[in-house]
């Protein structure tokens, strides 16, 4: 009996050992998962304590843009508040009728008085208006895209907020007003994009696939239905030409611009041409390869465009054929000084020039009245293309950066060649 007694107890000891290990564990693996709750715990009250933080932050944020914008709004109100002032005192028509009447009195108009002209009717008649819009529209035909940009803009930009639709030019764009309440200048970084807007989008022309001159008229009318386009074929039988040309050409600071689309020459003022007795200036010339003329169906390896302007705004060029022959030591110059950038002029120290140097020794030539070459393909421009032409050698016309920028021949539409 004792020794069943020490058995039981023996057991029993093992037992009560069990029990208490288990315990013990058991209050081991609370303590644990409720160690590990806690800190699980304390790291989403940490997370949760971020988040508020980017939250206020972020408040912040959209407080100070939100004061921008009432700065913004402000400036907009002040402006709205002038407009409707100017548009007050033109709204009785009377500066309107005077300065119709003094102008149908000319003969002519500059692209500046016909956008002048235009703005004047919006203020006057406001955007609904019909004589308003061919006024903006008529301003563009007249356009002088190379040297009148800023008119060719306020033409678009106009005629995009009376709700037509334009296609405007990426150079047109206009980004809206800046911080300090002026409006800032239009962009042009990206000349190759197409951005679809609201009222218009960005356009970019070229020489080659969607881009090349048989799509120029989709985006700029007159160069799809003009009648007097450039350039042409030169083939006889030719009128008498009577008029007589006499350059006097200057040398000055040699001034040269890649703009994407040629390599053109900026000219300081002093270079004259006259026609007959009506004096032109020469503002710059440019090249084409190849000749954008023919003569006789035949094209010349590259031609060089020069272009002049009167005092009553009217174009003239003078076309120098280029044929592949000897080394052309102004064309050496020239190319010797190309610009290292696309669309900035670049302008060489101490480099000076003399465009005389470009023309050759007689001034004969073929005349016709066309238009520009390049879009918006404004007519009314007359060309004087000389007979004889000038040498330029292989590696010279290699080393254009050029391939292909040349406008294909445009129909004769009855006009007449002549030559001197």
Same mark, same amino acid.
């Given at each position: ?10 057991? !029993?000891?093992?037992?009560?050992? #069990? ?51 009432? *700065? ?13 002032? +100017? ?19 000319? *003969? ?6 016909? #956008?002048? !002209? ?14 308003? #819009? ?10 002088? =895209? ?19 639709? +334009? ?21 042009? *970084? ?14 970019? =022309?070229? %020489? ?23 350039? !042409? ?33 900026? #000219?300081?003022?002093?270079?004259? !041409? ?51 022959? *000897? ?12 610009? /290292? ?6 302008? /060489? ?15 004969? %030539? ?55």
């Amino acid at each position: 009996m004792q020794k069943i007694k020490e058995i039981i107890k023996k057991y !029993l000891r093992a037992a009560l050992e #069990v029990i208490l290990i288990a315990a013990l564990v058991a209050a081991g693996g609370f303590a644990y998962w409720n160690f590990a709750g806690k800190k699980h715990l304390v790291h989403e009250i940490a997370e949760l304590t971020e988040q508020v933080e980017d939250a206020e932050h972020e408040t912040e944020k959209v407080k100070e843009a939100l004061e921008e914008s009432e *700065k913004s709004l402000q400036a907009l109100e002040d402006k709205q508040h002038e407009f409707e002032a +100017v548009k007050s005192a033109f709204a009785n028509g009377v500066l309107l009728q005077d300065i119709e009447t003094l102008y149908k009195a000319q *003969k002519s108009l500059s692209t500046e008085r016909q #956008v002048g !002209l235009a703005a004047l009717r919006l203020l006057t008649k406001g955007a609904g208006d019909p004589d308003t #819009v061919a006024a903006f529209e008529k301003s563009l035909e007249m356009a002088e =895209w190379n040297t009148r940009l800023q008119s060719v803009c306020a033409a678009q930009n106009a005629l995009a907020a009376a709700g037509q639709k +334009v296609t405007l030019l990426s150079e047109c764009q206009r980004k809206g007003p800046a911080k300090d309440g002026k409006d800032k200048e239009p962009e042009a *970084k990206d000349k190759h994009a197409k951005k679809e807007g609201d009222k218009g989008h960005d356009v970019h =022309w070229g %020489y080659e696939g969607d881009n090349g001159p048989e799509h120029w008229g989709a985006n700029f009318p007159i160069c799809g239905k003009g009648k007097k386009q450039s350039p !042409l074929n030169i083939v006889g039988p030719f009128e008498k030409g009577k008029d007589t040309l006499a350059v006097a050409y200057k040398e000055g600071q040699l001034k040269v611009i890649n703009n994407g689309h040629t390599i053109q020459v900026n #000219v300081e003022p002093g270079s004259k !041409l006259t026609i007959n007795k009506e004096e032109f200036d020469l503002l710059q010339f440019h090249f084409h390869r190849p000749s954008e003329e023919q003569v006789d169906g035949k094209n010349s390896a590259m031609v060089a465009h020069f272009v002049h302007k009167s005092a009553a705004g009217k174009l003239a060029v003078i076309g120098v054929l280029l044929n592949e022959g *000897k080394d052309n030591a102004a064309i050496k110059t020239l190319w010797a000084n190309l610009p /290292p950038k696309e669309g900035e002029e670049y302008v /060489p120290a101490k480099v000076k020039f003399n465009p005389g140097q470009m023309l050759p020794s007689s001034l004969s %030539y073929y005349a016709y009245e066309g238009s520009l070459t390049t879009p918006p393909c404004t007519e009314g421009v007359n060309f004087y293309i000389l007979k004889t032409p000038v040498d330029i050698s292989k590696a010279q016309v290699a080393k254009f950066p050029f391939k292909l920028n040349a406008r294909p021949v445009q129909s004769l539409n009855g006009r007449k060649i002549s030559s001197d």
